[in-house]
């Protein structure tokens, strides 16, 4: 399943809730591509993002955009 979102940093933490909310309440052991839209997403918090992954693995891409 393609998940799509347009963030910058003030908007990072509640991406990491959304997405630990989808991975935890998949029934079905769907496989995610999540693409990030990177309007300014500091490293720390795309690190905190990632940790996510520790939960359960799911494919991340991080798109710098102006």
């Known amino acids: 399943m393609n998940l799509a979102f347009l963030i910058d940093d003030s908007y990072a933490e509640q991406l990491a809730v959304t997405l630990a909310s989808i991975l935890k309440n998949d029934k079905s052991n769907n496989?995610?591509?999540?693409?990030?839209?990177?309007?300014?997403i500091s490293n720390y918090n795309k690190e905190q993002i990632l940790k996510l992954k520790n939960y359960k693995d799911f494919q991340i891409e991080f798109i710098k955009v102006d």
């Open 31 to 40: 496989c995610f591509n999540v693409y990030v839209l990177d309007t300014g």
